[in-house]
């Protein structure tokens, strides 16, 4: 019975916390927003303990701020350190792309069709929480395909220091540019796919070349 409980509590912990990560990513919980764990605990209609331990790990990954004494917060988006972190993550979409090589067929071009088809309408329609979603399910192809489990534990990290900025700052990007880059993309895959690798990489850097322009060495 010891055992069943236990599993029981860690399973509501990790569910707190992937709800309260998901708020805070898709900006529902906004940067600089008090949070309150007395509070929290009755809207998810749990104890106070599965909430702070929840809060504790998103502290961890940066995404909370703390001190004794003081309120808890909602972190700043931090530009600095999205730009540190897109590097990182263009690099590892780069390995993913040269991984997936050997694997990738027509059949994965005509998935990754279709999401672009949808990934631009979402653009023009300024749906931005369904394109990056849909930008997400793009890449996610091709990340799939490298059968590397581990980028994607590293990338699940990286992206939250990138997701909020990408929803704050999505009426200042060229969309149209992403779309064509995925088209180029595609074109690799159904022909040779030597250039693949740094078109993934060239993908992600150059989005956050919009992201972090107004960033200063």
Known sequence: ????????????RDQVYQQLRNAIINLELEPGERVNDKVLAEEFGVSRTPVREALKRLEDEGLIV?????ETKVSLVDNSQSRDAFTVVA???????????????????????????????AI????????????????????????????????????????????????????????????DIIQSIKNNKTDLPELMKQNWLSLSSQLTSDISN
């Open 66 to 70: 703390s001190s004794p004494g003081s």
């Open 1 to 12: 019975m010891k055992s069943i409980n236990q599993i029981h509590r860690t399973s509501l």
């Open 124 to 183: 023009k329609n300024a749906k931005r929480l369904e394109a990056i979603q849909l930008d997400d399910q793009f890449h996610e192809v091709i990340l799939i395909a490298s059968n590397n489990p581990e980028i994607l534990v590293a990338l699940e990290r990286l992206m939250s220091k990138i997701r909020r900025l990408e929803l704050l700052k999505f009426n200042e990007l060229d969309g149209m540019n992403s779309v064509k880059q995925h088209h």
């Open 91 to 121: 690099s590892l979409h780069e390995l993913a792309a040269r991984l997936a090589i050997p694997y990738l067929t027509e059949e994965h071009a005509v998935i990754m069709e279709k999401i672009n088809g949808d990934f631009e309408l």
